[in-house]
T-cell receptor, first 110, second 114 residues
Framework: DAKTTQPTSMDCAEGRAANLPCNHS???????VYWYRQIHSQGPQYIIH???NNETNEMASLIITEDRKSSTLILPHATLRDTAVYYC???????????FGAGTILRVKS | NAGVTQTPKFQVLKTGQSMTLQCAQD?????MYWYRQDPGMGLRLIYY???????DKGEVPNGYNVSRLNKREFSLRLESAAPSQTSVYFC?????????????FGQGTRLTVV
């Protein structure tokens, strides 16, 4: 599975959009981009995933560049409860492993 | 629907003791995973089982063994616990393939080895 690079930490004002970038320049054609988050010391929670088209669900939007080498997770109206570590993972559709990197610490501030 | 259940939630061991961490999922998933998370660090994959009857090493398998008892259950064993194994252990499950392969995680087992 391709490696991902994320900023170590980011701050966001409450009520504003949080845009979390992820680089995955070695992604291959059959690999999806997944996002998870981990609030405090709970188990990680799935957010969204996509292959090449932009995706949106009730939690977030995922924007994938045309060349698929990077993506951005967007939380449209961040709240204090969105403070968490956000992990970007690249995984093959039929891949077995699920390997996490260091993630981005997002701090939402009032 | 319980999802992924881990037992115990907390455990203190003495160096050299053995124990088994239990994990069960009720989503009929094929794949299951064990991770450890040290303070301030990300999750590291210990072992995974792509499907019933198979297990494979992850990033940090040394000092651990696993058993995929059946499709529902995947246990992690520490044969001789060491202080370096003090960590939070997470179990997860997912489908093996297809578009809906998001993983579901348990709430963790907090292990301290003294």
């Amino acid at each position: 599975d391709a490696k991902t690079t994320q900023p170590t930490s980011m701050d966001c004002a409450e009520g504003r959009a949080a845009n979390l970038p992820c680089n995955h320049s070695t992604i291959s054609g059959n690999e999806y981009v997944y996002w998870y988050r981990q609030i405090h010391s709970q188990g990680p929670q799935y957010i969204i995933h996509g292959l090449k088209n932009n995706e949106t669900n009730e939690m977030a939007s995922l924007i994938i560049t045309e060349d698929r080498k990077s993506s951005t997770l967007i939380l449209p109206h961040a709240t204090l409860r969105d403070t968490a570590v956000y992990y970007c993972i690249v995984r093959a559709l039929y891949g077995n492993k699920l390997v996490f990197g260091a993630g981005t610490i997002l701090r939402v501030k009032s | 629907n319980a999802g992924v259940t881990q037992t115990p939630k907390f455990q203190v061991l003495k160096t050299g003791q053995s124990m088994t961490l239990q994990c069960a999922q009720d989503m009929n998933h094929n794949s299951m995973y064990w991770y450890r998370q040290d303070p301030g660090m990300g999750l590291r994959l210990i072992y995974y089982s792509a499907s019933e009857g198979t297990t494979d090493k992850g990033e940090v398998p040394n000092g651990y063994n696993v058993s995929r008892l059946n499709k529902r259950e995947f246990s992690l064993r520490l044969e001789s616990a060491a202080p370096s194994q003090t960590s939070v252990y997470f179990c997860a499950s997912s489908e093996l393939s297809g578009a809906d392969t998001e993983a579901f995680f348990g709430q963790g087992t907090r292990l301290t080895v003294v």
